[in-house]
């Protein structure tokens, strides 16, 4: 019976991740496909590309949600079963990453789920396994977001301080070890969803959002050369 249960909030999770708010609200909002627009995905930056900033901050409110819901969902049924909490995280991610609302063919005509790359999910799960890495996690990321300057890098990075803030927790027997590994596991899972993305960056092809006064300069000499 308890099999059932765990798996009932396992597919939950992923049914939660699967809802594409990005999608919709770029759809409600301005008529346009979000999937249509720079890189296809359904996440918050692209959101923002495709409705304005309003829309991109909403969706990622959204998409956090999805994943902190998930942990709660499943620490209701199940408050000391830390592995649950953390399936369902990752659950959350998977849905959001591959959505069981968005299937379409491919170039080849296989069929494939669409979604995002994952960030504000994880940046929910580790929510829900704990709240106030909120106040970490959120504000370090704007800062890697405007320093650097790439989307992506911001995304790899909010997998990067999951970690980094479990594993001080575990280190200081404040959260068990699987939290880590939620991380860990968080970080793979981006990653993969950022493939062509990384292929960018190491090319020098990546889409650049920070603010850097020095490159404006650069590209302004470079306009009246």
């Known amino acids: ?33 979000i999937r249509e627009v720079a890189s296809g995905r359904t996440g918050g930056t692209n959101a923002a590309r495709a ?34 909490h953390v399936v369902a995280a990752l659950a959350a991610i998977l849905g959001h990453n591959y959505s069981l609302f968005i299937i379409e063919r491919d170039e080849k005509g296989r069929l494939r789920l669409r979604g995002g790359a994952g960030g504000g999910t994880t940046v929910g799960g580790a929510i829900g396994l704990w709240w106030p890495s909120a106040f970490i996690i959120l504000p370090i990321a704007v800062l890697v977001f405007f320093g ?38 968080a970080l793979t899972l981006v990653l993969w969803a950022l493939r062509p993305n990384i292929r960018a960056l190491i090319q020098g092809r990546e889409r650049f959002h920070g603010w850097r006064p020095w490159r404006k300069k650069q590209q302004e000499g470079t306009k009246t050369e």
């Open 148 to 185: 650097i300057g790439y989307a992506s890098v911001t995304t790899m990075s909010i997998a990067v301080i999951t970690i980094v803030v479990f594993a001080v927790r575990y280190d200081l027997g404040l959260s068990p070890l699987i939290y880590v590994l939620y991380g860990v596991i």
């Open 1 to 33: 019976m308890q099999i059932l249960i765990d798996a009932s909030v396992i597919m939950l999770a992923y049914v939660f991740g699967s809802i594409p708010f990005g999608l919709l609200i770029v759809k409600l909002s301005t008529g346009r496909d």
């Open 51 to 84: 409705a304005g900033a309003w829309a991109g901050v909403l969706t990622g409110f959204m998409d956090g949600f999805k994943g902190a819901a998930a942990v709660w969902v499943a620490q209701g049924v199940a408050p000391t079963t830390y592995w649950l």
